[in-house]
């Protein structure tokens, strides 16, 4: 089977590479093509994955493939892990929305509709061209703001884009751990968008569980999503929210970590990340080793202004350890290819599923896999708050849509504008200036 990634000089490729190189089942992928428009990239990650196959027998062979419809063509599946801009582009989308008072991250609030201005053109074109030169390989998308992202390949490639997080399992994962679950005996009774969703219940043999962790506070301060939010107002929402929800619970307390920080995430990162690629440039540098030290340093200050907010401390060993985005890519494309049903929460279209929202939005929610792809199940409605929220972010995503369609400033404005943690007109009307000041490919806005 051949996989294709796009973004294939991304820093967190070899942790898919490594879970292909322990699945030593039937119908296993067997060959990997790279895509990545920089070459520097590319070439020091496929010297860490060359590290990781030494020595294992049948590894999956790596093609680095620099035209882009050559490494589509003949693609089973497709991976699309890219990020326009780079983490400079990241780092600009927080200090300029920080300037301005308002949250700058990745995915939520102004940073992300300035991330998904700026990606969604690029993902469409991506998708255009599967549609056209490999209309049957299925998507994976990794690519944040994952929701909007799979939402916009989707009106290309319908329902053969499917979105992917690791963020709900990582909860589920947690909360199983700290109620004694065998998370594969459980169901997880999660919904919302991507990064903003919530765990409302965790039936294990029919009876919900997750009453029982609400109701005991010394369970609720041991796990990441306790000490975030706090056990009082877990209690009182009657649900574990996604750990991004913590921009919006905690609004004003995150923007004031991020602006007392020295650097912020995606500055820290950019920074990381750099030393990382040039120590690789040098031909004797040992890849692998200097990845792994990277990548653990990236997984301990993960999300850690949030947590120095909220006073939760250091994150949880169980936590550092990868699993989460590869491990759901592949039991997805075990699912699709060998057609063998598995349960996983995945962003999709969601039929309806999740009301209010109508049939084309992409949502988050558990879905039924297997080799016609993912099958969104019926999910409880979300109680009216979580629902006003989920709708009020889907909005904002129509007219990030709407502005990359249009290429309409006025759309632009109106994304940021409607958005819940943007608080006034104006500051949209200078964000959307200083955005396509920062952003030469946001120049499609007129
Ligand atoms: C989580 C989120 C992802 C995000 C990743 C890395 O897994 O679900 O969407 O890409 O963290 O975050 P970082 O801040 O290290 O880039
Ligand atoms: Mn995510």
């Not at 998904?116 to 990794?142: H, K, M, Q, S």
């Not at 909005?395 to 109106?414: M, N």
């Amino acid at each position: 089977m051949r996989l294709t990634i796009l973004g294939g000089g991304g820093f967190r490729l070899p942790l898919v590479y490594g879970a292909l190189l322990a699945d030593r089942g039937e119908g296993r992928v067997d060959r990997v093509v790279l895509h990545d428009v920089d070459a520097g990239r590319l070439s020091a990650v496929a010297r860490v994955l060359a590290d990781q196959a030494a020595g294992v027998p049948d590894a999956p062979v790596v093609e680095v493939v620099h035209d882009l419809d050559e490494a589509l063509r003949g693609a089973d599946f497709v991976f699309s892990a890219i990020r326009v801009g780079g983490l400079a582009g990241r780092a600009a989308d927080e200090r300029i929305a920080l300037a301005e008072g308002v949250l700058g991250q990745e995915t939520v609030g102004a940073g992300g509709i300035a991330f998904g201005l700026r990606t969604v053109p690029v993902a469409e074109e991506i998708a255009r061209r599967v549609a056209r030169i490999a209309p049957d390989a299925w998507v994976i998308n990794f690519t944040n703001p994952a929701g909007l992202v799979t939402e916009a390949m989707a009106r290309h490639l319908g329902d053969r884009v499917i979105g992917i997080c690791d963020s709900p399992v990582g909860l589920g994962k947690r909360v199983a751990r700290v109620l004694g679950v065998d998370p594969g005996t459980a169901w997880f009774d999660y919904a919302g968008l991507n990064h903003l969703g919530w765990l409302r219940g965790v039936r294990v043999a029919g009876r919900d569980r997750l009453p029982e962790l609400l109701a005991d506070p010394v369970l609720l301060g041991s796990f990441e999503e306790g000490r975030l939010f706090g056990a009082e107002w877990l209690r009182s929402l009657g649900a574990i929210p996604n750990e991004y929800l913590h921009y919006y619970y905690f609004n004003r307390e995150a923007v004031r970590a991020y602006r007392e920080a020295e650097l912020t995430r995606g500055a820290f990162l950019q920074r990381q990340q750099d030393a990382f690629y040039r120590t690789l440039e040098r031909p004797g540098a040992p890849a692998l080793a200097t990845w792994e030290r990277t990548r653990a340093e990236r997984e301990a200050t993960y999300m850690a202004h949030s947590r120095q907010a909220a006073g939760a401390g250091e994150r949880e060993a169980a936590d550092l350890e990868s699993g989460g985005y590869e491990q759901v890519a592949l039991a997805l494309m075990r699912a699709i290819a060998q057609d063998r049903r598995a349960t996983l929460i995945l962003n999709v279209r969601g039929r309806g599923v999740l009301a209010p929202l109508d049939a084309d939005a992409v949502v988050e929610v558990p879905c039924l896999v297997d080799a016609n792809g993912a099958h969104p199940v019926a999910v409880e409605p979300l109680p009216a708050p979580a629902a006003a929220l989920v709708g009020a972010v889907k909005a904002v995503e129509r007219e990030i849509l709407a502005a990359a369609e249009s290429g309409s400033r006025d759309r632009a404005v109106r994304a940021f504008a409607l958005h819940p943690l943007v608080d006034s007109v104006a500051v949209a009307r200078r964000l959307v200036d200083a955005y396509t000041a920062a952003h030469p490919t946001l120049a499609y806005l007129r």
